[in-house]
């Protein structure tokens, strides 16, 4: 799917997307409710806790960074598949906070002040 993902994003990547600025966040893939047992795909579904929709469910993560779009809709740069448990944070800071001279907008999920110094790539709330 990974694979998928990253040639269908090169294949359509536009020239007129701001490379200084990109937003990121994520959403929950939901498969079933966590009353019942995962039976779709249980090698890369699993339980966790969405805790915008205030559930636990067996599902998936869709993660994405995209780069900002004045005026239209943003680009997609990178999108991720993870496990349900994975946390946004821990992500950002395994996989995007080596991106160099970029501003990232995310939630309030990313805001780790002792993580965040001036070393670090900026990340606006």
């Not at 047992?37 to 966790?48: L, R």
């Amino acid at each position: 799917m990974s694979s998928l993902v990253e040639t269908l994003l090169d294949k359509f990547a536009t020239k007129v997307c701001s490379k200084n600025y990109s937003v990121l966040d994520s959403m929950p893939i939901i498969t079933c409710s966590g009353k019942r047992s995962g039976k779709v795909a249980p090698e890369i579904m699993v339980k966790g806790y969405c805790s915008t929709k205030r559930m636990y469910s067996y599902g998936m993560k869709l993660h994405a960074l995209v780069f900002c779009n004045t005026g239209r809709l943003p680009h997609p740069e990178q999108i991720i598949f993870t496990p349900a448990f994975v946390n946004d944070l821990a992500l950002y800071k395994d996989t995007w906070s080596e991106i160099e001279n970029r501003t990232f907008f995310g939630d309030k999920i990313y805001n780790d002040t002792s993580f965040f110094s001036k070393d670090e790539p900026c990340l606006q709330l």
